[in-house]
């Protein structure tokens, strides 16, 4: 059974800093990783997708990786400002869309 | 904005009743999914609909049923609602390579 796992489940940094999430699962057999931010008492936004045959994507200040043989994607988020305080949530697509699994998320902080 | 709307957006209900909660898309996307998300667990799936009246179940499915009529629409029913289904419910869909697109949720609470 797949089981994501995502360190640390809190993060408090000052605004301007770069940082890096972490996303790791049990099963490499996956057809793709996908990235979200949720704040609180909302639903989930869709950050970044990477594809099995992909090593990593980019959007704006964000950029994600994934090494499928590890077992391990990471988020690297540059210049965090407080917009960006939220939780974000990793999950792995192992059998085209009948088995999504979500991570616990990562509570970020960026204080002014 | 995938175009994706729940109602309602809270319900409270008493325990042994049945709550229907409906998801709406605007696009025709084929894969449809309903999640629950409760602290210390996470987002766990409940049903899916791979193309209307074809669904299954997921990791959660028990006291749940769901039903898809319109390729816009899908129903998830609580057939006798219970305390330990007091959660936050979110619908999602599956666009271009399976990337997924949430609903903004809807808080339940059985008394």
């Known amino acids: 059974k797949q089981e994501v796992t995502q360190i640390p489940a809190a993060l408090s940094v000052p605004e301007g800093e770069n940082l890096v999430l972490n996303c790791s699962f049990t099963?490499?057999?996956?057809?793709?990783l996908q990235w979200f931010r949720q704040d609180p008492g909302k639903g989930l936004t869709s950050l970044l997708l990477?594809?099995?045959?992909?090593r990593e994507q980019t959007s704006g200040r964000l950029n994600a990786s994934l090494d499928k043989s590890s077992g391990r994607s990471t988020l690297y988020i540059a210049a965090s400002q407080p917009g960006d305080s939220a939780t974000y949530l990793c999950?792995?697509?192992?059998?085209?869309?009948?088995?999504?699994?979500f991570g616990p998320g990562t509570r970020l902080s960026v204080l002014p | 904005d995938a175009g994706i709307t729940q109602s309602p957006r809270h319900k409270v209900t008493e325990t042994g009743t049945p709550v229907t909660l409906r998801c709406h898309q605007t696009?025709?996307?084929?894969?449809m999914y309903w999640y629950r998300q409760d602290p210390g667990h996470g987002l766990r799936l409940i049903h899916y609909?791979?193309?209307?009246?074809?669904?299954d179940k997921g990791e959660v499915s028990d006291g749940y049923s769901v039903s898809r009529s319109k390729t816009e629409d899908f129903l998830l029913t609580l057939e006798s609602a219970t305390s330990s289904q007091t959660s936050v419910y979110f619908c999602?869909?599956?666009?271009?390579?399976?990337?997924?697109?949430f609903g903004p949720g809807t808080r339940l609470t059985v008394t």
């Open positions: 999602a869909i599956s666009v271009r390579e399976n990337e997924q697109y």
């Open positions: 099963d490499s057999a996956i057809y793709n």
């Open positions: 990477i594809q099995s045959s992909q």
């Open positions: 999950a792995v697509d192992g059998n085209y869309g009948q088995n999504f699994v």
């Open positions: 696009e025709n996307h084929r894969y």
């Open positions: 609909s791979y193309g209307v009246k074809d669904t």
